[in-house]
């Protein structure tokens, strides 16, 4: 099993922003999701879930002091 992070944003609003995957998707394809991916070697859950953010958004920057971490 390979480790996985994967992050919720919610808005202010209460909305979830999901990632809808196409159908060339190797995970889930033409399915929604949360954005996220596999851990790169020595990289940590946060560290993770951060670069899979901006790789599959357009939030290239989190800076928010309730960002707890990432789900394992």
Do not use: C
Not at 36 to 56: K, M, N, P, Q, S
Request: charged share 25%.
């Amino acid at each position: 099993m390979s480790s996985f992070s994967a992050v919720a944003v919610v808005d202010d609003h209460g909305w979830i922003l999901m990632q809808e995957r196409d159908e060339h998707a190797p995970l889930d394809p033409n399915r929604w999701g949360l954005p996220g991916g596999g851990l790169e070697a020595g990289e940590d859950y946060l560290a993770a879930a951060v670069r899979e953010l901006a790789e599959e958004t357009v939030l290239d920057s989190i800076h928010h002091p309730r960002l707890a971490g990432a789900l394992r």
